[in-house]
């Protein structure tokens, strides 16, 4: 290998630990090399063109993987299902499922090339490989597209997450203060069959009635009021907890016909939905315990769509900032502890990414 080859492997080696660490940072690396004139999107459009996920030796079976959870093969590494999808989640449908497996396929062979060329210490992990895909496509996106198509990607981006897009699209939300008895907690099946759990609900039945007359004496007007009143019943009633949380739920539909999303064990949701809102029903039996609850309130079901422009405007203005801010710095925290970097949180706090290695 001349001189010229290797300085230019290892320029892209340099660029790999960049982009790695860096992820979708604007911030350029600082190469201690000569000949710092190319990208890290320049590097890979060093790889031959052409659809790269058709080549034949992108074909090849992988091993032990199941094929039918393959999308590409390089030199050994399979591309697989899992992978696509932690990058085409981050890029809307303009960004086309062919460039998401190519540029998985590019951050491959250049990860491949480095460590066959004793560049790199080890195997590159998925999740460095998908770092680098993820790079080359957003410097691939940028420079095709215009700020307006960028910041269109990512509020639709953005609403592929569940806990984003349920602010705008949602069934009835009902909030409640519960005041429980608990007898099992985990999965709810193996609680039904837990003879000596269901054997605890039944002698606690009592307990929870007296519970419930005792909070029906002087019925709590607030949330607050409740656990409050809990709190003071607690030297009588020992095991009792209060807790606040809201659920999902179409009181509209059979329990058996909801949406997509987690619902409460069938009892608690049925018997909650039987109390008016402020009030305090009687207990409800779960394969957990006895649960004392008062219904604060329900709001009602909200059909946003992202097409909406008052919800995109509510995403760009309120939300995607914080977003990308924390996709950086949950990848950053990822990438740094996986390879023992130790990570100056002083820095971070100040918008400044640094890294020290151990």
């Known amino acids: 290998m001349d001189k010229r080859s290797y300085k230019k492997i290892y320029r892209s080696t340099t660029m790999l630990g960049c982009i790695a660490v860096m992820v979708l940072s604007q911030t350029a690396c600082d190469l201690s090399i000569e000949d710092q004139t190319k990208s890290a999107t320049e590097l890979a459009f060093d790889i031959p063109a052409g659809e790269i996920a058709d080549k034949p030796w992108a074909r090849v079976a992988c091993g032990t993987i199941d094929p039918s959870q393959q999308l590409a093969c390089v030199e050994g590494v399979a591309i697989t299902r899992s992978d696509f999808e932690r990058v085409r989640n981050n890029y809307a449908s303009i960004v086309s499922n062919r460039q998401v497996v190519d540029a998985l396929v590019r951050a491959e062979i250049l990860a491949a090339e480095a460590a066959r060329r004793g560049l790199w210490s080890g195997w590159l992990s998925s999740v460095f490989t998908a770092a680098m895909a993820r790079r080359l ?64 609900i039944t002698r606690l039945q009592p307990t929870a009635f007296n519970l419930y007359g005792r909070l029906m004496m002087e019925p709590p007007g607030t949330p607050e009021h409740m656990c409050a009143r809990v709190l003071a019943l607690k030297e009588e009633f020992p095991t009792v907890t209060c807790d606040q949380l809201n659920f999902y739920y179409d009181d509209s539909k059979p329990y058996e016909k909801q949406g997509d999303f987690d619902l409460m064990v069938k009892p608690f949701v049925l018997g909650v939905s039987k109390i008016a809102p402020g009030r305090i029903g009687q207990p409800i039996r779960t394969p957990y315990g006895w649960h004392i609850v008062r219904l604060n309130k329900v709001d009602e079901r909200k059909t946003g769509k992202i097409s909406d422009t008052e919800i995109r405007k509510d995403i760009a203005n309120g939300i995607l900032t914080g977003v990308r801010i924390r996709d950086v710095e949950l990848t950053l925290m990822r990438l740094m502890r996986s390879k023992n970097v130790a990570i100056l949180y002083d820095n971070l706090e100040k918008g400044l990414i640094g890294r020290s290695t151990k």
Do not use: N
């Open 137 to 200: 496509l957003t410097r691939d996106f940028e420079q095709r597209y215009g700020p307006d198509e960028v910041q269109a990607a990512d509020i639709d981006r953005t609403w592929r997450r569940g806990a984003i897009r349920i602010q705008y699209s949602h069934e009835k939300v009902w909030w409640i203060t519960d005041a429980q008895l608990i007898c099992c907690t985990g999965d709810w099946r193996a609680c039904e069959i837990d003879e000596k759990a269901q054997a605890c």
